[in-house]
Nanobody, 123 residues
Framework: VQLVESGGGLVQAGGSLRLACTTS????????IGWLRQALGKEYEGVSC????????HYVDSAQGRFNISRDKAADTVYLQMNNLKPEDTAFYYC?????????????????WGQGTPVTVSS
């Protein structure tokens, strides 16, 4: 099983990034995929997730209206489009897979994790 994040980087406040989570080694349609982040010295925070066939998606309040999650079955990939980024979005972003048709913001409810990609938003 592999989840590989890409698309992180350094961006100015107000800018955009598109994160990608490319998966392999499991049946993509059977897993809910989440994006979680961890800022330096802080706990993991569930940012967004999308259920198995994209029928439902969820966002943390601070990301609502700025972030958009989507999944591409043909590419076994989940994307997180992040717009109007703020310095408080600075963190390591991880994608994770959960064998369930329900989203969860809790890091310990995911079965597989990627290595993460850093996002830094300068003011």
């Amino acid at each position: 099983v592999q989840l590989v994040e890409s698309g992180g980087g350094l961006v100015q406040a107000g800018g955009s990034l598109r994160l990608a989570c490319t998966t392999s080694g499991f049946t993509f349609d059977e897993y809910t995929i989440g994006w979680l982040r961890q800022a330096l010295g802080k706990e993991y925070e569930g940012v967004s997730c999308i259920t198995t066939r994209g029928s439902s998606s969820h966002y943390v309040d601070s990301a609502q209206g700025r972030f958009n999650i989507s999944r591409d079955k043909a590419a076994d990939t989940v994307y997180l489009q992040m717009n109007n980024l703020k310095p408080e979005d600075t963190a390591f972003y991880y994608c994770a897979a959960r064998f369930s048709d329900y989203c969860s913001p809790e890091f310990n409810e995911y079965d597989y994790w990627g290595q993460g990609t850093p996002v830094t938003v300068s003011s």
